[in-house]
């Protein structure tokens, strides 16, 4: 039956090429639609109760998406020259549309220039700005500078760079419809949704999915607008732009860049290494055009599905064209030792046993290399999911294209007129099976130092990484980060969240409480921009809408003293607590800005005069004129649960910050510092989020090799029928899994979203290997029964496929390196590490193995 099928290809190659022809013709035209995710809802860890208490919290101190300008001029911060380009700059932002407000030093309230008394404040219908004639802007500068709100957060402590927050106008259609996601979503884990909730679900993932990609595209084209103004002032400020959608923004461009720019170059790249090894035409053309026709194929299908790619799934096709090459080789070299020793066969019925050959074994590295891709799917991370179910269907599709494809070019194209011998690299794999031969010891035991350095490697591999490490320290990203992290108060947000004790919240709930109608009302007219300013320099690489906490808080309740529930944390006790786990988080030299209602209370305390007692700090909770509320209160305090927020921002920048080890450290801290229960103390925002992130990676990757090498293993026995020569087949490919994590370990390179897909590139490639070799080797066996004859013959035939397809793939992606985005970068390198280390596996271990173990049995037929 097979026979029968190739020879039908083979026989209708104008048909099978014209049928190619249209599926690329029609999924060009998709390739239009397709789409780049750097969204944070495509980068967390889906049914995390973390990220469900995170949207919580988000919603008590609505958040919204913003971005962050730096202004550092040549002269002084608060000079004439400084100022009046800066408030020129602020205009122009104010005047884009998609800005919904823009706050800097110009407009932010001034306690203590001069100083303001506590009655002074309470009875102030408007406090002073830089933009008022008469403040003295010598006082002003001391109190951006010493002031515990505004030092390192909206002026550096030397006072020569300032930030400028321009907030982003949200469609609230968007939380809306997360909303209800999650509640079906949660509804469909403890019950069986009915047919009306189940096509309801569908229905608003779909219009949430969409809603991204349409507030994607918009936030693209703010950023740019944002720059473009930017850039007419750089004349008078060194200015950076950062915040959330800026960095989606140059990820998006980045990885866009990558797939077209080094796409094209690596495929011109294998094109000419193929052309150097083959000397003819016909065997350079064959791999690159069925290369080319099943890329466009799949990207014109994900186009079509609207299956987006993110910043991990989008390396997709650089191992779709690896995968498609190999069986494009496979077969081309199969047909070669058919020409070469059959040159006056018909060349229709070369093709279609050349095919048919190696059916058999390219099937089964498929099946395998779909089993290694598919452990990315337990990963809990939609992109990573992705990239497992793109690279399943990828590989079928190759598989597809491959065994129609070929054979009908190889049929189509004219026939040499002489048959060109396979010498020029035929040498080099010959001389492995030499090496075999005359240090075979040598390999074993090199082998086993290898074994040795894998395990050191492994156990020095981590899971911490730098966000700023992603990228080249020319591009603006790194510059921004790293001034802000530097000279503004660190990058990367947590909060923490303290509860009051139980009878504190049973007392509370007894006292008469605001009318939560008018809160409402007041809410819908919230509040002014700086409160933002407590969060906004956390400069959150991920974020959508629930990551850009701007610090606002849920409405006006700070209407009229008397008016409000009195709240723990505006008592003694309560601000004592407070002030400790504040001092505490504070001296932690992971951390840089802290801020808290122990920051409205040292401010307070400075213009009262004296530590503020008890009718002070109620009065502090009631009486607070708006923009003070809204800049030291609100962001920090949530009186319907009575919860305390403490807004800490670590140093992303910082070599020595070990995520899980730093929450793990704190939390023990403040409960035990503090003596407090340990539900008292919730930790939230992206450092929590983004380390459960790396934990559920090492452990639902790493882990899950061992059953990925099982169920190859199993594989392995049921193809060859033999279990020592399976176990045999896994040697090498569990060194080089090992050796390119053991490598990734011994050099730093962390774990994180996008290395962790390596070790599955490295799993699927080193067992095609293995398995061409095994096979291959069992047929030349066969011929004489000797076990180095049959060694030498197999190197000089499928080695050399596997040879031409590893220098090919190596050159190609050795382009990778020059990327902006360092990701791409080791991806270009360990790919390249993992094709030298699968190809040294299957030609010098597993025969040296094969020769000492002799699983085919005994030579001669003895």
Known sequence: MIESYFRQITSRAWLVLLFFGLLVTLAGGQLGKIRLDASSDSLLLQGDPDLAFFRETSRHYASSEFLILTWRPAGDLLAASSLEPL??????????????????????????????SLTDLSEAEQLPTLRDPAVDTGLAFEEFTTSPVYRDLLVGAAGDV?????????????????????????????????????????????????????????????????????????????????????????????IRADLVVFGIAIIGIMTLVLGIIFRDWRWVVIPILNCSMTATIMLGLLGFLDWRMSVI??????????????????????????????????????????????????????????????????????????????????????FVTTFMLVPALITLLPAPKRVI?????????????????????????????????????????????????????????????????????????????????????????????????ELQQLDDGAATDIGGLADTFADDPFGDDD???????????????????????????GRDLLDQAHRLVEARTETGKVLSLSTAFEVMDGLYGAPLGAIELALVQNSMPEDVAATLVRPYFYPDTDEARI????????????????????????????????????????????????????????????VV?????????????????????????????????????????????????????????????????????????AVDQSYHAAMHRSHGSIGRAMYYTTLTVMVGFSLLTLSNFTPSLYFGLLTDLAM????????????????????LGPEGGR
């Open 647 to 706: 807004s800490v921002r670590a140093k992303e920048t910082s070599k020595d910050l070990k995520r899980d080890q730093f929450l793990r450290e704190l939390r023990l801290e403040l409960v035990e510092t503090l003596n407090i229960e340990p539900e008292r103390v919730q930790f939230t925002s992206l450092l929590v989020l983004y380390n459960n992130v790396l934990q559920s990676l090492f452990k639902s990757q790493i882990l899950t090799l061992g």
């Open 421 to 517: 011998p396979s010498s020029l690299d035929s040498g080099m794999t010959v001389r492995f099976a030499g090496w075999v031969e005359r240090y075979g010891p040598a390999v074993l035991v090199f082998s086993g130092v290898l074994v040795l350095l894998v395990a050191v490697g492994i156990s020095r591999l981590k899971v911490e990484n730098r966000f700023i490490d992603y990228f080249k320290e020319s591009t603006e990203i790194y510059q921004g980060m790293e001034l802000l992290d530097a000279r503004l108060g660190g990058t990367i947000p947590l909060d923490i969240v303290l509860y009051p004790p139980l009878e504190e919240s049973a007392d509370t709930a007894a006292v008469e409480s605001v009318d939560t109608a």
């Open 709 to 781: 090498f099982l169920v190859i293993g199993l594989m392995f026995w049921v193809l060859f029928r033999s279990l020592p020569l399976a176990l045999l087949a896994l040697a090498p490919n569990v060194l080089a899994a090992g050796l390119v994590l053991g490598v990734m370990g011994l050099l730093g390179i962390p774990l994180d979203i996008m290395t962790i897909t390596i070790a599955a590139i490295v799993v699927g490639i080193g067992v095609d290997d293995c398995i061409h070799y095994i096979h291959r080797f069992r047929s030349e066996f």
């Open 313 to 398: 799934s989008s390396n997709f096709v650089a191992v779709l064209l690896i995968i498609t090459l190999s069986l494009s080789v496979h077969v081309v070299v199969r047909y070669r030792e058919l020409e070469q020793v059959s040159p006056d066969e018909n060349r229709r019925r070369r093709a279609a046993s050349a095919a048919q050959l190696m059916l058999i074994p390219c099937g089964y590295t498929a099946l395998t290399t779909i089993v290694a891709f598919a452990s990315l799917m337990v990963a809990g991370i939609q992109p990573v999911i992705d990239f497992g179910l793109m690279m399943t269907v990828g590989i079928v599709l190759a």
């Open 547 to 573: 990551f850009g906490d701007d610090g606002f808080g849920g409405g006006d309740f700070f209407a009229e003293a008397g008016s409000v529930a009195p709240s723990y944390w505006f008592s003694p006790q």
């Open 162 to 254: 300032s930030a400028i927050q321009v907030s982003l106008a949200t469609d609230p259609s968007g939380p809306l419809l997360l909303d209800e996601r999650e509640a079906l979503r949660g509804r469909a884990l403890v019950e069986q949704l009915d047919p009306i909730a189940t096509s309801r679900l569908q229905e608003v993932e779909a219009l949430y999915d969409a809603f991204l990609a349409v507030e994607g595209e918009r936030r693209s084209e703010l950023v740019a607008e944002v720059r473009a103004v930017a850039e007419q002032f750089k004349s008078h400020a060194e200015i950076f732009v950062g915040g959330v959608p800026m960095i989606a923004a140059d990820m998006i461009d980045f």
């Open 87 to 116: 408030a020129a700059m602020v205009t122009a932002l104010r005047e884009i549309p998609g800005v919904s407000s823009v706050t800097s030093i110009l407009d932010v309230p001034l306690l203590e220039s001069p100083p303001l």
């Open 836 to 855: 030298i280390a699968a190809v040294a596996g299957a030609l010098l271990l597993l025969p040296k193995l094969i020769l000492v173990f002799r699983p």
